[in-house]
């Protein structure tokens, strides 16, 4: 497998829609860069949403839509994490399922630490 390191030096800081990159690599170097450039883009709006979460009295209930996104990701990966026990705090009204946003926050904050 190729060497990607030069391809990834420039990743953090590419604006995709303005650059086109014509070379030539293999798949499964392309795959690398486009898993890179996933892990860099969610890795960002994480940052974010936890910079600027602001700690209230009151702790909202999330739907599974409005969960989804929170985070960025499908419903089906919503309940995913929830069979997996990622998502905890969840509290059914019926036949319907919330999420706390405190639990999506701890959440959030788990998965940033997993990743470093």
Same mark, same amino acid.
């Given at each position: 497998?190729?060497?990607?390191?030069?391809?990834? #030096?420039?990743?953090?800081?590419?604006?995709?829609? !303005?650059?086109?990159?014509?070379?030539?690599? /293999? %798949?499964? =170097?392309?795959?690398?860069?486009?898993?890179?450039?996933?892990?860099?883009?969610?890795?960002?709006?994480?940052?974010?949403?936890?910079?600027?979460?602001?700690?209230? #009295?009151?702790?909202?209930?999330?739907?599974?839509? !409005?969960?989804?996104?929170?985070?960025?990701? /499908? %419903?089906? =990966?919503?309940?995913?994490?929830?069979?997996?026990?990622?998502?905890?705090?969840?509290?059914?009204?019926?036949?319907?399922?919330?999420?706390?946003?405190?639990?999506?926050?701890?959440?959030?904050?788990?998965?940033?630490?997993?990743?470093?």
């Amino acid at each position: 497998m190729e060497d990607i390191n030069h391809y990834l #030096k420039d990743l953090p800081n590419m604006d995709f829609d !303005e650059k086109i990159i014509q070379t030539s690599i /293999s %798949i499964n =170097t392309l795959a690398l860069l486009i898993h890179r450039a996933v892990d860099i883009s969610v890795e960002k709006k994480l940052t974010d949403i936890l910079e600027n979460f602001t700690d209230s #009295k009151e702790d909202r209930l999330l739907s599974i839509e !409005e969960a989804s996104n929170f985070f960025g990701v /499908s %419903i089906v =990966t919503i309940h995913a994490w929830k069979k997996k026990g990622l998502l905890k705090g969840f509290k059914r009204m019926g036949a319907r399922v919330y999420i706390y946003e405190s639990d999506c926050i701890a959440c959030m904050k788990e998965i940033k630490i997993s990743k470093k």
